[in-house]
């Protein structure tokens, strides 16, 4: 089944505690992006990646880290969470850069930082 | 002033209802309408797209974009509890890969 996975779909952690989200795609798609989703302010995209080794910053970039080694992941890091990262995370795939009006979405990942 | 702007509802219809949802922007240069419809507790999907101005029809579900007045809007016909969700517009200009999304409206169609 063609979709986008992410683990862990919950996770409460404390200030400062480095913590990893994981995003993997089985579609072999060239584009993936992160977004946070929050009360009043909608999704906003966090960073995004048109390929291997080719990452971008969004939106709201700051206290966020990625990588993508390979064309199938693209994990997100908070070094250094703090609770104005509570928030619903989703990651997001999509054929290639010029087709990104078709993004395939995660189920999300839901992070409390207390 | 954020440059999508959604009524964020919630909305609540009788099944059968013709329901509109809109969203108004800032941004001239976006040229690609998107609607996504997002589940509880999943991620978003692809609903409807158009690209500038027009109609796209799609079953019960109608895109509406009039540029001129920068407002899209989609229609759902013959509504069904089925369409309870949240719907969330987004738009891109042409060059770009950006999407910025409206907040989303959360729709529930009572049986």
């Known amino acids: 089944e063609a979709q986008v996975t992410q683990n862990p779909r919950y996770l409460i952690t404390v200030t400062g505690k480095k913590l990893t989200v994981t995003c993997s795609q089985n579609?072999?798609?060239?584009?993936m992006s992160w977004y946070r989703q929050d009360p009043g302010l909608g999704l906003r995209q966090i960073y995004y990646s048109m390929n291997v080794e080719v990452t971008d910053k969004g939106d709201v970039p700051e206290g966020y880290k990625v990588s993508r080694k390979e064309k199938r992941n693209f994990p997100l890091i908070l070094e250094s969470p703090s609770p104005n990262q509570t928030s619903l995370y989703f990651c997001?795939?999509?054929?290639?850069?010029?087709?990104?009006?078709?993004?395939?979405f995660g189920p999300g990942t839901r992070l409390t930082v207390l | 002033q954020k440059e999508v702007e959604q009524d964020p509802g919630p909305l609540s219809v009788p099944e059968g209802a013709i329901v509109s949802l809109n969203c108004t922007y800032s941004n001239s240069a976006f040229q690609y309408f998107m609607w996504y419809r997002q589940y509880s507790r999943k991620g978003p999907e692809l609903l409807m797209y158009t690209y500038s101005s027009g109609n796209k029809e799609d079953g019960r579900f109608t895109a509406q974009v009039d540029k001129s007045s920068k407002y899209i809007s989609l229609f759902i016909r013959d509504s069904q509890p089925s369409d309870s969700a949240t719907y969330l517009c987004?738009?891109?200009?042409?060059?770009?890969?950006?999407?910025?999304f409206g907040e989303g409206t959360q729709l529930t169609v009572n049986p």
């Open positions: 987004a738009m891109r200009e042409t060059s770009g890969s950006r999407l910025t």
């Open positions: 579609m072999n798609h060239e584009y």
């Open positions: 997001a795939s999509s054929p290639a850069v010029g087709l990104t009006d078709t993004q395939y």
